[in-house]
């Protein structure tokens, strides 16, 4: 029976104790997730589970005719991301939240962050006030997507209704023309603008299939600048 003896055998399982017992004191179940900035979580491949700490941006819900969630955009001093939640946790801007869900397309270009669960948004006070980033419409694309970007142009196509999902208008300022999409939940009166008007327009920078958005959250997102 030598093999019973043999002080490996019997070490190797106190070691593999040992090791669970210093593994379940470094790691406790309820430990904090490591924080990453939403920009490196950004430059991660799809299907990463990641924890994120922001500002909110838009109100839950606000884009509902066309995203189908009550999600919203969350913002760090490094960059911004969509967080897909099927629950309304009645956020709005400036409410400060720790994401933790995985990163993926929604199927349409735009990167969005998704929970498992409403419990991992946790919700911690008031963030910073995010600036508003003034962009060029030619500039609204992969660079800026997710963050609160603003543009001023001169509208070159009126309000559409596009479908149940919303309405659409186009602006340009000379660098390129970009696509306005509004949600029918922001509240959004579009019957004032016409073709030729300036406006500014400020929104959630987002994209749908090929081309690059910005998605107004209420109606202070818009104003005529020059009828
Ligand atoms: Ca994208």
Redesign the pocket.
């Known amino acids: 029976m030598t093999h019973s003896r043999n002080p490996l055998r019997l070490l190797a399982p106190a070691l593999l104790l040992a090791f669970v017992a210093v593994s379940s004191v470094a790691i406790p179940a309820n430990a904090a997730p490591q924080v990453i900035s939403i920009a490196e979580a950004r430059a991660l491949p799809s299907g990463t589970v990641v924890t994120v700490d922001g500002s909110v941006t838009t109100p839950s819900g606000a884009f509902y005719s066309s995203f189908f969630d009550y999600g919203f955009g969350l913002q760090d001093k490094s960059a911004g991301i969509y967080v897909s939640l099927q629950t309304d946790l009645g956020v709005a801007p400036r409410r400060q939240a720790r994401v933790t869900g995985t990163l993926q ?1 929604n199927g349409y ?3 969005i962050l998704v929970p498992v669960d409403p419990s991992d948004v946790v919700l911690h006070g008031a963030g910073p006030k995010v600036p508003v980033e003034a962009v060029a419409t030619g500039e609204v694309d ?1 660079s800026t ?2 963050r609160i970007v603003r543009v001023v142009g001169t509208i070159t196509q009126a309000p559409a209704i596009d479908d149940i999902y919303g309405y659409k208008f186009y602006v340009d300022d000379g660098s390129g023309e970009l696509t306005i999409f509004v949600n029918n939940q922001t509240g959004i009166d579009l019957s004032g603008l016409a073709v030729g008007q300036i406006v500014s327009v400020a929104g959630f920078s987002s ?1 749908f299939d090929t081309h ?1 958005e910005i998605d107004p959250r209420f109606p202070a997102d818009i104003v005529v600048l020059s009828h």
Request: proline share 0%.
């Open positions: 397309d270009g735009l990167l992969e997507e997710g994209q690059y």
